[in-house]
């Protein structure tokens, strides 16, 4: 899952706290709960570090909501693709999540707190043609031939010049098949890099009815099983603004916003294949 996360200034609080995903101050109920419904399973959380906090200020909420234990710790960072344990051992072990910072990162102050662009790489966000949906390298730290990557897939359009998402083309973007849907855009970046993205991003997973999941269940060469009904999908008019803000540093997951942050409870990032260790499956 991915979050934004942003400073908002308070009578009762001059240097304001953090709020990840809308209305979870300091984001503790945002980690309990989602590690709650998890139950068992590993969860990948890319935090989008919009305000650049200092990563010893998420150490504190990650403490006050009793998450900080369950979080994975590198040894050392970067970790090569290959390097990174199993699924199953991270929960035998008990640490079963696992936070990359956008920037700002440091484990030398807080070691669980893993840097993103220099353990994996992206493609192109905020794209509006879905002919550009392709597996170019569009941002890392470090060397893409052994990182981790995370594929961007989520059509824009242009409202009064910024992008926003799209929408009503939300069911195709996020169709197992076709011209310009997520499974298409797998298949290209497998053929390109020989071998299946680690991270899938897209907008409103609620879209395409479960179509998502047969992606990354397709990858992982697993049957897609749901057994719970799908979300289903919030009317909207207008559309919401992008699910990857921006860090002031220029380093963030994607461009400002400029309407409501409703919609990034509705973002989703899907781990698929050897997302750790050898024929990992989330």
Same mark, same amino acid.
């Given at each position: 899952?991915?979050?934004?996360?942003?400073?908002?200034?308070? =009578?009762?609080?001059?240097? *304001?706290?953090?709020?990840?995903?809308?209305?979870? =101050?300091?984001?503790?109920?945002?980690?309990?709960? !989602?590690? +709650?419904?998890?139950? @068992?399973?590993?969860?990948?959380?890319? !935090?989008?570090?919009?305000?650049?906090?200092?990563? /010893?200020?998420?150490?504190?909420?990650?403490? #006050?909501?009793?998450?900080? &234990?369950?979080?994975?710790?590198?040894?050392?960072?970067?970790?090569? #693709?290959?390097?990174?344990? &199993?699924?199953?051992?991270?929960?035998?072990? *008990?640490?079963?999540?696992?936070?990359?910072?956008?920037?700002?990162?440091?484990? &030398?102050?807080?070691?669980?707190?893993?840097?993103?662009?220099?353990?994996?790489?992206?493609?192109?966000?905020?794209?509006?043609?879905? /002919?550009?949906?392709?597996?170019?390298?569009?941002? &890392?730290?470090?060397?893409?031939?052994?990182?981790?990557?995370?594929?961007?897939?989520?059509?824009? =359009?242009?409202?009064?010049?910024?992008?926003?998402?799209?929408?009503?083309?939300?069911?195709?973007?996020? $169709? #197992?098949?076709?011209?310009?849907?997520?499974?298409?855009?797998?298949?290209?970046?497998? $053929?390109?890099?020989?071998?299946?993205?680690?991270?899938?991003?897209?907008?409103?997973?609620?879209? *395409?009815?479960?179509?998502?999941?047969?992606?990354?269940?397709?990858?992982?060469?697993? +049957?897609?099983?749901?057994?719970?009904? !799908?979300?289903?999908?919030?009317?909207?008019? +207008?559309?919401?603004?992008?699910?990857?803000?921006?860090?002031?540093?220029?380093?963030?997951?994607? /461009?400002?916003? !400029?309407?409501?942050?409703?919609?990034?409870?509705?973002?989703?990032?899907?781990? #698929?294949?050897?997302?750790? *260790?050898?024929? $990992?499956? @989330?």
């Amino acid at each position: 899952m991915m979050a934004e996360v942003w400073k908002t200034i308070s =009578r009762r609080s001059k240097n *304001g706290w953090m709020q990840i995903l809308m209305k979870a =101050r300091s984001g503790s109920i945002l980690a309990f709960l !989602i590690l +709650t419904q998890c139950g @068992i399973k590993v969860l990948s959380l890319l !935090i989008v570090n919009i305000d650049n906090v200092p990563p /010893a200020q998420y150490d504190t909420v990650f403490k #006050a909501a009793s998450v900080d &234990t369950l979080s994975f710790a590198p040894e050392s960072s970067p970790l090569q #693709a290959s390097s990174w344990p &199993t699924l199953g051992s991270m929960i035998d072990s *008990g640490k079963r999540l696992v936070t990359f910072l956008d920037n700002q990162a440091d484990i &030398t102050v807080v070691p669980y707190l893993i840097d993103e662009f220099t353990n994996i790489w992206e493609t192109a966000f905020n794209v509006l043609d879905p /002919a550009q949906f392709d597996c170019s390298v569009n941002r &890392t730290k470090g060397d893409t031939a052994t990182q981790m990557y995370l594929i961007n897939h989520f059509l824009d =359009r242009l409202v009064f010049g910024q992008p926003v998402p799209d929408v009503a083309k939300a069911n195709v973007t996020n $169709a #197992a098949s076709g011209a310009g849907s997520l499974g298409a855009h797998v298949e290209t970046c497998v $053929a390109v890099n020989t071998r299946a993205p680690n991270f899938l991003l897209m907008d409103f997973y609620e879209y *395409g009815s479960g179509s998502v999941f047969q992606v990354a269940a397709d990858i992982n060469k697993v +049957t897609y099983a749901p057994t719970s009904p !799908i979300a289903t999908p919030l009317s909207t008019s +207008t559309g919401a603004a992008s699910p990857t803000g921006s860090s002031k540093d220029g380093s963030g997951n994607g /461009a400002l916003s !400029i309407s409501s942050r409703q919609h990034l409870l509705q973002s989703l990032v899907v781990v #698929a294949s050897i997302a750790f *260790g050898a024929s $990992a499956v @989330i």
